[in-house]
């Protein structure tokens, strides 16, 4: 009987390519299916043999591990965010990002105006003249 592995959206072809290199290489029997045309389901990477779903596992947990670090990795160097530095530091990174963004400023700034608003109009229910 066949058991999914690995489910993931287009966006994480990366991450399947790097997984599908590990079963070639431990000759382990895999099979795909692909996403739905509407999005309904993600694409499925599945095994063939139950027998194999322990030793994929553990290889899956070990994988995960190395390919988390290793993105981890690639943030930190092209971002230059650095994990151990103080609050303050960790702070004007933010706002560096923030700002280099000009989108998510808008929207942060959008939001600021419409919390501002909704609380204008419930404080103003409340205040009697």
């Known amino acids: 009987m066949t058991k999914r592995i690995f489910s ?3 966006s994480a072809e990366q991450e399947a390519d790097s997984i599908r290199h590990l079963l070639q290489t ?10 739905s045309r509407w999005g309904f389901s993600n694409a499925a990477i599945w095994i063939k043999n139950d027998d194999d779903a322990d030793r ?11 390919f988390a670090e290793k993105a981890r990795q690639q943030y930190q160097k092209e971002t230059g965010y650095d994990p151990s530095a103080s609050l303050p530091a960790k ?3 933010t ?3 923030i700002f280099r963004r000009k989108s998510a400023l808008l929207l942060l700034m959008a939001g600021f105006f419409l919390l501002y608003v909704y ?7 409340f205040h009697s003249n």
């Open 91 to 93: 702070a004007l990174f």
């Open 95 to 97: 706002l560096r990002h």
């Open 8 to 10: 993931y959206p287009a």
């Open 119 to 125: 609380l204008y109009l419930f404080f103003s229910l």
């Open 26 to 35: 431990h000759h382990i029997e895999y099979f795909e299916t692909p996403a």
């Open 56 to 66: 994929v596992e553990r290889l899956l947990q070990q994988h995960h591990e190395e």
